[in-house]
Each structure stands twice: as C-alpha cells, then as structure tokens.
C-alpha cells in the first residue's frame, strides 16, 4: 500500500511519478491519461479512477476534481492527490 507524505507540495515532477506509481500499483482501479500540454511542453495529467473490473467507466456515474487549475494554487493539487489516495488504498 503506497504512503503519502504532506509535509511539503509536490513539484511537478513529484506529482507526476506519484501519479505513475498509482496507476501502476492499482492498475485495475486506475488509468493516466495526458490531456495536453502546457505552454512549457509538459504534460496535463488526469486519473481516471474507476473499477476497471465492474464495468466501463464511460457508462457509470462519477465526478471531476480538478486542481492546480492556476499554476500558482497548488494547494489543489494535494487535494486531489489525497483524495486519489484515499480512493485507492480504502477501496475494499
């Protein structure tokens, strides 16, 4: 079971690796897809979680949380990076 730590915000790259490192330890829970791209070429990142097992996520009801929507408020960010967590390690 994969730990978080919030003792700082991620910087891109951190937020990126943990996101890898979610889809890859629950892969039938969890997608990654690259939406875009910044003006600096790096990727807009979105999780699609979902159990994968119990159907198409298309087809199921579900809900959209955004963050960092404003480079500078980064507080979004954590907040779904926590709310991913929770969803994965306390789905069961």
Not at 37 to 53: A, C, D, F, N, Y
Not at 70 to 91: N, W
């Amino acid at each position: 079971m994969s730990s978080m730590v919030f003792d700082h915000y991620f910087l891109y790259d951190e937020l990126v690796d943990y996101l890898v490192k979610m889809s890859m330890e629950y892969p039938k829970l969890c997608k990654m897809h690259c939406i875009g791209k910044t003006p600096q070429e790096r990727g807009i990142w979105l999780l699609e979680v979902s159990s994968m097992e119990q159907g198409n996520p298309d087809r199921k009801p579900g809900f959209y949380i955004d963050g960092n929507t404003h480079a500078s408020e980064v507080t979004g960010s954590m907040v779904c990076l926590k709310t991913i967590h929770e969803l994965l390690t306390g789905y069961g």
